[in-house]
Antibody, heavy 115, light 110 residues
């Protein structure tokens, strides 16, 4: 059973770049689609984007100008960068396997945007 | 892209059946078989309950079932149990090669 684990700073200053890593264990990242999803406190899920093992990506149009997702097959992980963050980007960020997220999710990591 | 439309809340008594709807368009729910449903308990990551409209992952009770008609997908839970109380989300693949979630439905077991 593949497992995913998010890691990164829990606090980011406004206007800076939020950077997270999702480490995949129990399976190779060199197959499947891999996604990022977020959930602001008390609100619903929002799909951020995905990367295919080939490196192709696609993003939520509402975030596209600020989002970059990349992967590192040598480290079996993929990453999320979200630039120019504001308080509205405060959320629990999840990584998951699948273009439409499937049965494998990380536990989530809370990122707070505050000075 | 607009979020899929779900009722904000539904409720039912133990043993009863409830259905949660998820309405989109022909560019997402209506156009593809890639509709999924997730259960989320407070403070926990979402758990996949249904994939590709009506398929249950291993370990999900057969009390949970999914269907689709036109642009609306539905999740039905029969024989409602106390542990089913949670938030439920639908998601769909879209014609833009992206994914979209519903706004979520809070299920209360009375």
């Amino acid at each position: 059973q593949v497992q995913l684990q998010e890691s990164g700073p829990g606090l980011v200053k406004p206007s800076e770049t939020l950077s997270l890593i999702c480490t995949v264990s129990g399976g190779s990242i060199s197959s499947y689609y891999w996604s990022w999803i977020r959930q602001p406190p008390g609100k619903g899920l929002e799909w951020i984007g995905y990367i295919y093992y080939s490196g192709s990506t696609n993003y939520n149009p509402s975030l596209k100008s600020r989002v970059t997702i990349s992967l590192d097959t040598s480290k079996n992980h993929f990453s999320l960068n979200l630039s120019s963050v504001t308080a509205a980007d405060t959320a629990v960020y999840y990584c998951a396997r699948g273009r439409v997220p499937g049965g494998s999710w990380g536990q989530g990591t809370l990122v707070t945007v505050s000075s | 892209q607009s979020a899929l439309t779900q009722p904000a809340s539904v409720s039912g008594s133990p043993g009863q059946s409830i259905t949660i709807s998820c309405t989109g368009t022909s560019s997402d729910v209506g156009g593809y078989k890639y509709v999924s449903w997730y259960q989320q308990h407070p403070g926990k990551a979402p758990k996949l309950m249904i994939y590709e409209v009506s398929n249950r992952p291993s370990g999900v009770p057969d009390r949970f079932s999914g269907s689709k008609s036109g642009n609306t997908a539905s999740l039905t839970i029969s024989g409602l149990q106390a542990e089913d109380e949670a938030d439920y989300y639908c998601s769909s693949y879209t014609s833009s090669n992206t994914a979209v979630f519903g706004g979520g439905t809070k299920l209360t077991v009375l």
